[in-house]
């Protein structure tokens, strides 16, 4: 594939950071953690296997939408960058960062074999220990492979996506020139193959492979070899499959949405990695066959899969000291074992903090609401869950026992569609009523609805959530989950299920922010509340915690917002399109991005200094997709200790030396400096030494009718203080609330539309 080289990179604004380049710079701080000595060993393996993962699935996303695009005249909306000239881009320093991943993975394998365990190459093996494993590769290997020759009636075959292939360069006996093909395993072989004697040693099952060549191809001269792994592009557009889903019954979607995975599988390749000598003959031979051009390969000094590293760190688990301290999510000290989760939540709101308190009381509550006889229906919304998923089989069992459950399951979450088509059929199958999303946006919301008829009277308890309803990743992702049995934010959830039954976005909310109409127009009038009050001399502040900034709107607010003198602060882990710290346009702004053991998830919004601050959690990044092109829901934090506990958190995160990174003014980032602190560290020591538990039955303080026409609910009082964004405070025992009541009042949810499905 032709691409345009020859045109030049345009200069860059001060304030903005291309998209493509901000993610590689957030992958570099993951590449960092492999090096870094203060973590152990095996942690650092673990980061060196993630930091690849990461490059092939930007690879699969990103440069696959990038050579989409080369001849479309598209250009990024904050620097001008054309798609050729961000490919340029993007594949110099992929260059640079696999040379740095090339030099640490040969130093943690070097460690790794100073505690036993070694990754042998098969060309420095001793005759003996060749023969034994010459007669292993005769038993085990050959006969599963498949190996072809290229020549006019065997065409180049079809290379599978992140598979290693071995390519033979091989003479035939008339002194002609051919080439081989064959399969490293693609999951059937055996990767680490063991090697007998003292110690863990192993090669790798494609070492094996190259060694015995001359066993696979027996009539030939094998005159070099080298393996190959190429990364395909993913770059589908799945809403193709939903464009026309109101006229389709489930059935046809699903079947739809299966084609369209098929077809990504065969999409073009984007990335071509190579171990061992390419002679020119075989590069060009390989590029030709995978439309690749030159700039797409890359050399590899270490092996082109590392996610063998996975076994090597199980087979050192008795080495405690090569792994992070255990850590297991502990039990909120605010949710009672001993009484039901809607009598709880009843009383007051309660928030759970993953990974650091268990999941446990949520599935509770599903599992409860299933079981209790005042509860009229169950609305969810499922983004990603677990392949063994809880959440699931509570719902099941629900509507089994006669609720009405209502499920959104979103078949457009990437790489996870065929897992949501398993469960969308489940949840049929077991008499829920499946909805699928509106046409052309996600629904990326993490919202929960149930609804309860007691004394007469709907009562609604809610849970919004920043992450997936998922039991496998809440170990291992920072997120918040807020339920509450506030009328106000209830009234708001069903107002959202109810349009989501119709094919319909919510237009406004009182207390819920809900993209795409009512969460970004939302958040610029808070902003400009800031201006406002920065304007007039008076303290002005914002703070947002996200996995990524590039919404062109939302920046322009912040430079606007920094100007006039607010302060913000900006958690972000990856991308981030802004540049805090330009004297004169965002000298008021800092960056922070923490990279650690547990993947930062959670987002946070916090806007304003003492009485006017309103703190919210959010499923929604400032990314465009986020803001305009996916059903995303904020939620208010009403209740005065669990806003004083966000806030804490996010304070926490900005002093982190250990793991966070500070954001120059030149766009790169910097270890931040000072006493060190470990945030993550610092969130499990109070989870287990329960230093979260609120003081007592509290109420949330009465919302304001419009979070953003009005003032929110007064925050607690603190003392004068030059720490930003505020302290944790202990607020006072408030009395018990009482159950408040609505009126009934019952749509018909969602039987309408699925008489389309």
Known sequence: ?????????????????????????????????????????????????????????????????????????????????????????????????????????????????????????????????????????????????????????????????????????????????????????????????????????????????????????????????????????????????????????????????????????????????????????????????LGLSKKHLFASDVPLDLSFMGALRDMLRDKTELFYPRRVPQNSPNVDPLVPMTEQIRRRDLMLSYPYESVRPLLRLLQEAGQDPEVVSIKMTLYRVAHNSKIVEALVDAAENGKEVVALVELRARFDEENNIGWSRVLERAGCRVIYGLDGLKVHSKLLLITRMHQGQVEYITQVGTGNYNEDTVRLYTDFALMTASPEIGADAAQVFNALSMGEVVEDSRHLMVAPACLRNKITALIDEEIQQAKAGGPAYLGFKLNGLTDKLLIDKFIEASQAGVKIDLVIRGICCLIGGVPGLTENIRVTSI???????????????????????????????????????????????????????????????????????????????????????????????????????????????????????????????????????????????????????????????????
């Open 595 to 757: 990279v650690g053991r547990y993947l930062e998830h959670a987002r946070i919004y916090i806007f304003g200094e003492g009485e006017r601050r309103r703190v919210y959690i959010s499923s929604a990044d400032f990314m465009t997709r986020n803001t305009t092109r996916r059903v995303e829901v904020a939620a208010p934090v009403y209740d005065v200790e669990l806003r004083a506990h966000l806030e804490q958190m996010f304070h926490d995160g900005l002093r982190d030396t250990a793991k966070g990174r500070i954001q120059q003014p030149d766009g790169e980032y910097a270890r931040a400096e000072g006493q060190l602190f470990n945030s993550q560290e610092h969130f499990c020591d109070q989870a287990y030494s329960g230093a979260w538990a609120l003081s007592g039955l509290g109420a949330r303080p009465v919302p304001s009718p419009s979070p953003v026409k009005q003032a929110a609910a007064p925050a607690e009082k603190r003392p004068a203080s030059t720490v930003r964004p505020g302290t944790y405070v202990t607020a006072p025992t408030l009395p018990k609330r009482p159950v408040v009541k609505v009126k009934a009042r019952r749509s018909g949810l969602l039987g309408r539309l699925l008489g389309r499905d």
């Open 1 to 289: 594939m032709k691409e345009q080289h020859e045109l030049s990179t345009p200069s860059i604004s001060p304030c903005y950071v291309n998209r493509e380049l901000s993610w590689l710079q957030f992958n570099k701080r993951v590449l960092e953690e492999a090096q870094d000595p203060a973590n152990p060993l095996c942690e650092r393996l673990n980061f060196a296997s993630i930091f690849q993962s990461n490059l092939d699935e930007f690879y699969m996303v990103r440069v696959g939408m990038l050579m989409d695009t080369l001849h479309m005249g598209v250009t990024d909306d904050k620097t001008g960058m054309t798609s050729a000239q961000q490919l340029v881009a993007v594949l110099d320093k992929t260059r640079a960062y696999l040379a740095d991943r090339d030099r640490i993975c040969k130093d943690l394998l070097r460690e790794l074999a100073g505690q036993g365990v070694e990754i042998c190459r098969f060309a420095a093996l001793q005759d003996k220990t060749q023969s034994f494993l010459e007669k292993y590769f005769t038993s085990n290997v050959l006969p599963l492979l498949s190996p072809q020759i290229i020549g006019r009636k065997q065409p180049f075959p079809f290379l599978r996506n992140k598979v290693i292939y071995a390519v033979a360069m091989l003479k035939t006996k008339n002194g002609g020139e051919r080439m081989g093909i064959v399969s490293c395993g693609e999951g059937v072989l055996r990767r680490l193959v063991p090697i007998p004697g003292n110690g863990e040693r192993f090669v790798l099952v494609e070492e094996l492979i190259v060694g015995f060549l001359s066993k696979i191809f027996a009539h030939y001269k094998v005159e070099g070899a080298v393996l190959i792994r190429q990364v395909r592009s993913a770059d589908i557009h799945v809403d193709e499959a939903s464009s026309e889903m109101s006229d389709m019954l489930a059935e046809e979607y699903r079947k739809s949405m299966e084609k369209m995975i098929r077809r990504r599988k065969r999409l073009q390749p984007v990335k071509l990695e190579y171990q061992g000598k390419l002679t020119d003959g075989v590069r060009d031979s390989l590029c030709g066959c």
